[in-house]
T-cell receptor, first 109, second 112 residues
Framework: GIQVEQSPPDLILQEGANSTLRCNFS?????LQWFHQNPWGQLINLFY???GTKQNGRLSATTVATERYSLLYISSSQTTDSGVYFC???????????FGTGTRLLVSP | DAGVIQSPRHEVTEMGQEVTLRCKPI?????LFWYRQTMMRGLELLIY????????DSGMPEDRFSAKMPNASFSTLKIQPSEPRDSAVYFC??????????FGPGTRLTVT
């Protein structure tokens, strides 16, 4: 099956700093989503981005499907950005999402 | 829309007891997914439905697990009998034709 790798596994930032999270996948996909799992365990949709670039406030994401990677940018980080960020992909011809192992982000004041 | 609704939010039960988790998907979505999250295995798909019909249950761990979707607005995941290794957070998600999936708040299950 498809493999999804995220890096870095852990990230500690000072409030106000910028960061880039990466997601690599091993096969062609027709769906890619970024989620934020907050400290209460809730999975929050950030982006549905099978290709191209999207922005939402301080967050933006870019997926280059032909090169099998996606990037999530967080600018001017805030303590509320802390949590785990997951990339999940849907392999062509299948319905299920395959999740990466996540990037654990801690933003300190 | 209220989003995906799951109940209960927390469940503590003793080994051997039956556990039933419930899910109400987003209205109009025709896909429903059950996932389990553990520290060891991360997030993994257990089963999914399309138009109330189970399509892929290859992720269901064993016969103790069963899932039903009697109508478009309700699904259950049942564990009978429960075991301590079933302790996890169980998520329900739903999706429409865009294939974007939306997750419920999860049910944290503890089996003692």
């Amino acid at each position: 099956g498809i493999q999804v790798e995220q890096s870095p596994p852990d990230l500690i930032l000072q409030e106000g700093a910028n960061s880039t999270l990466r997601c690599n996948f091993s096969d062609s996909v027709n769906n890619l989503q970024w989620f934020h799992q907050n400290p209460w365990g809730q999975l929050i949709n950030l982006f549905y981005i099978p290709s191209g670039t999207k922005q939402n406030g301080r967050l933006s994401a870019t997926t280059v499907a032909t090169e099998r990677y996606s990037l999530l940018y967080i600018s001017s980080s805030q303590t509320t950005d802390s949590g785990v960020y997951f990339c999940a992909v849907r392999e062509t011809g299948f319905q299920k999402l395959v999740f990466g192992t996540g990037t654990r982000l801690l933003v300190s004041p | 829309d209220a989003g995906v609704i799951q109940s209960p939010r927390h469940e503590v039960t003793e080994m051997g007891q039956e556990v039933t988790l419930r899910c109400k998907p987003i209205s109009g979505h025709d896909y429903l997914f059950w996932y389990r999250q553990t520290m060891m295995r991360g997030l993994e798909l257990l089963i999914y439905f399309n138009n109330n019909v189970p399509i892929d249950d290859s992720g269901m761990p064993e016969d103790r697990f069963s899932a039903k979707m009697p109508n478009a607005s309700f699904s259950t995941l049942k564990i009978q009998p429960s075991e301590p290794r079933d302790s996890a957070v169980y998520f329900c998600a739903s999706g429409g034709r865009s294939y974007e999936q939306y997750f419920g708040p999860g049910t944290r299950l503890t089996v003692t």
